[in-house]
């Protein structure tokens, strides 16, 4: 008799594993997630807000810093916020696949023509911090850099 019961409860919790994988799949199927932000590379420079790539304040130690890549640069290329300033940093490319590394931190992201990264970082030293491209993107690839000065 105890066999019967955990026999149906086997049962049941392998079906409950099918359910939950077969909507899993069809909820991620119904709606792939990048596909929300991608956009026409092309079009970058016209699509908000990388149409003014730049640092935006939301409130008191609270950025967002729109970024766009381009061979071999980021625009924008200085950013400057105070200490204690938590940054979202949202990048997208204009070409080809760049990197972005913000040398001290753990950000470090794919730049991807088309869609949008993003990482968050919370700046608690004062310094100029180096955002590099780490992602070999042609002859200029080493020359591709930017700075954000925290103070
Ligand atoms: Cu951009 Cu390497």
């Known amino acids: 008799?105890?066999?019967?019961?955990?026999?149906?409860?086997?049962?049941?919790?392998?079906?409950?594993?099918?359910?939950?994988?077969?909507?899993?799949?069809?909820?991620?199927?119904?709606?792939?997630?990048s596909d929300a932000q991608a956009m026409d590379p092309t079009k970058v420079s016209q699509t908000p807000p990388f149409n003014q790539p730049g640092l935006k304040k939301l409130g008191p130690n609270n950025y967002v810093a729109?970024?766009?890549a381009f061979v071999f640069s980021f625009a924008p290329n200085r950013l400057?916020?105070?200490?204690?300033?938590t940054v979202t940093f949202n990048?997208?490319?204009?070409?080809?696949?760049?990197?972005f590394?913000?040398?001290?931190?753990n950000?470090?992201?794919?730049v991807v023509p088309g869609l949008v990264n993003s990482a968050t970082h919370t700046?608690?030293?004062?310094?100029?911090?180096?955002?590099?491209?780490?992602?070999?993107?042609?002859t200029g690839h080493q020359l591709?850099?930017?700075?954000?000065?925290?103070k």
């Open 1 to 33: 008799r105890a066999e019967k019961i955990w026999l149906t409860v086997g049962l049941l919790t392998m079906f409950a594993f099918a359910v939950v994988l077969g909507v899993f799949a069809f909820v991620m199927g119904a709606q792939p997630p």
């Open 91 to 99: 990048v997208t490319s204009k070409d080809v696949v760049h990197g």
């Open 66 to 68: 729109d970024m766009t």
């Open 144 to 150: 591709m850099a930017a700075h954000l000065i925290v």
């Open 107 to 110: 950000v470090n992201m794919m």
């Open 101 to 105: 590394e913000l040398v001290g931190t």
């Open 80 to 85: 400057e916020v105070p200490v204690g300033s």
């Open 123 to 138: 700046f608690t030293q004062p310094g100029d911090y180096l955002i590099l491209c780490n992602e070999y993107c042609g």
